[in-house]
């Protein structure tokens, strides 16, 4: 059974910042392409980072400078570094993995964690 299980949030300042944790475990990680997504109260979900099975990365507009995602093929974890966090951050984040292009079928196979919650206030 694949598990996503995310950790990391909590409550923090304006300016503060918080890293996000998603342990994967029950596939073959290095074979997934790995993102964080989020979502605000009366929001829809949104993709904040992602970043593939080779290791390339992309960061959304609206958190460019401030977030950055990585991964640790060994510890089978992949990272959300958030800096200068701003109240408009606050939002459920989900770690989602997605079967890349070299290990389907089946193709866009995909898994989702439960969240952590990111609440940014002074």
């Known amino acids: 059974q694949v598990q996503l299980v995310e950790s990391g949030g909590g409550l923090v300042q304006p300016g503060g910042s918080l890293r996000l944790s998603c342990a994967v475990s029950?596939?073959?990680?290095?074979?997934?392409?790995m993102g964080w997504y989020r979502q605000a109260p009366g929001k829809q979900r949104e993709l904040v980072a992602s970043?593939?099975?080779?290791?390339?990365?992309n960061v959304a507009d609206f958190v460019k400078g401030r977030f950055t995602i990585s991964r640790d093929n060994i510890k089978d974890t992949v990272y959300l570094q958030m800096n200068s966090l701003k109240p408009e951050d606050t939002a459920v984040y989900y770690c989602?993995?997605?079967?890349?292009?070299?290990?389907?079928?089946?193709?866009?196979?995909?898994?989702w964690g439960k969240g952590t919650l990111v609440t940014v206030s002074s």
């Open positions: 989602n993995a997605l079967l890349d292009d070299m290990h389907g079928p089946p193709y866009g196979m995909n898994y």
């Open positions: 970043i593939s099975s080779i290791g390339n990365s």
């Open positions: 029950g596939t073959i990680f290095s074979n997934y392409n």
